[in-house]
Nanobody, 113 residues
Framework: QVQLVESGGGLVQAGGSLRLSCAVS????????IDWYRQAPGKQRELVAR???????TYADSVKGRFTISRDNAKNTVYLQMNSLKPEDTAIYYC???????WGQGTQVTVSS
């Protein structure tokens, strides 16, 4: 059974930074790509960033140049470094392992203006 656990969310002022972590257990972590999604109140869940097993990355246009996704295979963890945060980045952030269709419980990020 694959489990994903997010952490690192919180309240930050606009222009600040946060680093989210997604710890993955129950799979051969290095073989799989991992996605970060977010869902703001009243909006659909959207893909924020993706990292492949080979560590290639893609980003939503809204976060390019501000967010960086990375992985540490030794720790079975994927990170999302978020810089220059804006109020519109406020959402619950989820990590996802598409191969298994597994989701974490989410971590709240709130950016105040």
């Amino acid at each position: 059974q694959v489990q994903l656990v997010e952490s690192g969310g919180g309240l930050v002022q606009a222009g600040g930074s946060l680093r989210l972590s997604c710890a993955v257990s129950g799979s051969t972590f290095s073989r799989y790509g991992i996605d970060w999604y977010r869902q703001a109140p009243g909006k659909q869940r959207e893909l924020v960033a993706r990292i492949s097993s080979a560590a290639s990355t893609t980003y939503a246009d809204s976060v390019k140049g501000r967010f960086t996704i990375s992985r540490d295979n030794a720790k079975n963890t994927v990170y999302l470094q978020m810089n220059s945060l804006k109020p519109e980045d406020t959402a619950i952030y989820y990590c996802n392992l598409p191969t298994y269709g597994s989701w974490g419980q989410g971590t709240q990020v709130t950016v105040s203006s």
